[in-house]
T-cell receptor, first 112, second 112 residues
Framework: ELKVEQNPLFLSMQEGKNYTIYCNYSTTSDRLYWYRQDPGKSLESLFVLLSNGAVKQEGRLMASLDTKARLSTLHITAAVHDLSATYFCAVPSMDSNYQLIWGAGTKLIIKP | DTAVSQTPKYLVTQMGNDKSIKCEQNLGHDTMYWYKQDSKKFLKIMFSYNNKELIINETVPNRFSPKSPDKAHLNLHINSLELGDSAVYFC???????????FGPGTRLTVT
């Protein structure tokens, strides 16, 4: 059974700092998704990582995927307050009809 | 033009009542989903519906039933509502199983 673990689950940081959120998964998958959720809002797709070594960047966020290590990272560079949100990773499960298995989410608070 | 829409946005009802939440997508996707997000933000897949095939998460009580009149709509009907059903329910769609999902705005259900 595929399990997806994110860490940390909660992160409070100052503006201008760099940090990384990790997403580990337990069984083979060739793709991974990152989503953002603002308080009281829906989930918005951030990155689609489709192969080993994939790297995507959007503004101050950069995501990468290592399928051999079963690890994805979401790196935040020079954080700004607007990036405060909850970030989820999700992995399709080949054992469960390719339904997405979700991490528990990382709540990121960036203090001005 | 909204890609995935849900109604209502808020639903307050009493225990024991029956209610429905409607979902529509205009993306031409083949697969639709219902998720439950609890107060700790954990996302739980309830159902996925792909080409008239329903995949049910075995932990979902049978008081919950999805109904799909056509490929663009997947409604959620809940019988005999309980306090523990209070949560935010998200509808989502994807082109096929395992691909990037697009989420609706969510329905906040409060059972009193």
């Amino acid at each position: 059974e595929l399990k997806v673990e994110q860490n940390p689950l909660f992160l409070s940081m100052q503006e201008g700092k760099n940090y990384t959120i990790y997403c580990n998964y337990s069984t083979t998958s060739d793709r991974l998704y990152w989503y953002r959720q603002d308080p009281g809002k829906s989930l918005e797709s951030l990155f689609v990582l489709l192969s080993n070594g994939a790297v995507k960047q959007e503004g101050r966020l950069m995501a990468s995927l290592d399928t051999k290590a079963r690890l994805s990272t979401l790196h935040i560079t020079a954080a700004v307050h607007d990036l405060s949100a909850t970030y989820f990773c999700a992995v399709p499960s080949m054992d469960s009809n390719y339904q997405l298995i979700w991490g528990a989410g990382t709540k990121l608070i960036i203090k001005p | 033009d909204t890609a995935v829409s849900q109604t209502p946005k808020y639903l307050v009802t009493q225990m024991g009542n029956d209610k429905s939440i409607k979902c529509e997508q205009n993306l031409g996707h083949d697969t639709m989903y219902w998720y439950k997000q609890d107060s700790k933000k954990f996302l739980k897949i309830m159902f996925s519906y792909n080409n008239k095939e329903l995949i049910i998460n075995e932990t979902v009580p049978n008081r919950f039933s999805p109904k799909s009149p056509d490929k663009a709509h997947l409604n959620l009907h809940i019988n005999s509502l309980e306090l523990g059903d209070s949560a935010v329910y998200f509808c989502a769609s994807s082109q096929v199983l395992g691909l990037e999902q697009y989420f609706g705005p969510g329905t906040r259900l409060t059972v009193t």
